[in-house]
């Protein structure tokens, strides 16, 4: 900030840096994953209350990623395919 001569000029790096995040988090990433991996909308909310219920906060930080773990394992593993398939959106 000491190196530049107004505050704005200091903003626009962190400010550019946000907004590119932003769009790659909130749109880019999301429509890549949502054509070749989907979950069951209502499996993904039981998981949600089922793990708040068990560990609080970080439980429900938790839920998704171990629902989309399982379901990765399950397409993965011949005998675990079934499941694969229930979880699948």
């Known amino acids: 900030m000491l190196s530049f001569d107004s ?3 200091a903003l626009l790096p962190p400010a550019l840096y946000f907004c590119i995040h932003l769009a790659e988090g909130e749109t880019l990433t999301p429509m890549l994953l949502a054509r070749r991996f989907t979950l069951n909308p209502v499996l993904v909310i039981l998981s949600l209350v089922f793990w708040f219920w068990m560990w609080g906060v970080p439980g429900a930080i938790l ?6 773990i399982l379901k990765i394992v399950s397409d993965r593993v011949r005998p675990l395919r079934a499941l ?3 979880l699948e959106g």
């Open 7 to 9: 505050l704005w000029w």
């Open 84 to 86: 694969g398939h229930v």
């Open 63 to 68: 839920a998704v990623p171990m629902l989309a």
